[in-house]
Nanobody, 116 residues
Framework: QVLLVESGGGLVQPGGSLRLSCEATGIIFSRQAMRWFRRAPGKEREWVASILSDDSAHYEESVSGRFTIARDIAKNTVYLQMNSLKPEDTAIYYC??????????WGQGTQVTVST
């Protein structure tokens, strides 16, 4: 059974940093592309970042240069380091992986709030 569990969200001031974690079980983690998405209040869910099986990283334009995605194979965990946070980064952040077309998995989400 595939299970994704996010953690690390919280309240942070503008300009601050947070590191999100997503621990995965039930998959061959080193071979899986892993993704982060987010859903801001009143908006559609949007893709944030991906790390592919070759460990190449890709970012949505608004977070490029501020966010870094990385994985720790020994811990079956993917991270999203978020720096220089802005109020518009406020959202619920979700971890995702796709085993086959139509067979994708999501974590429960972790809330990130950027506010004074």
């Amino acid at each position: 059974q595939v299970l994704l569990v996010e953690s690390g969200g919280g309240l942070v001031q503008p300009g601050g940093s947070l590191r999100l974690s997503c621990e995965a079980t039930g998959i061959i983690f080193s071979r899986q592309a892993m993704r982060w998405f987010r859903r801001a209040p009143g908006k559609e869910r949007e893709w944030v970042a991906s790390i592919l099986s070759d460990d190449s990283a890709h970012y949505e334009e608004s977070v490029s240069g501020r966010f870094t995605i990385a994985r720790d194979i020994a811990k079956n965990t993917v991270y999203l380091q978020m720096n220089s946070l802005k109020p518009e980064d406020t959202a619920i952040y979700y971890c995702n992986t796709v085993l086959d077309p139509g067979d994708d998995y999501w974590g429960q989400g972790t809330q990130v709030t950027v506010s004074t």
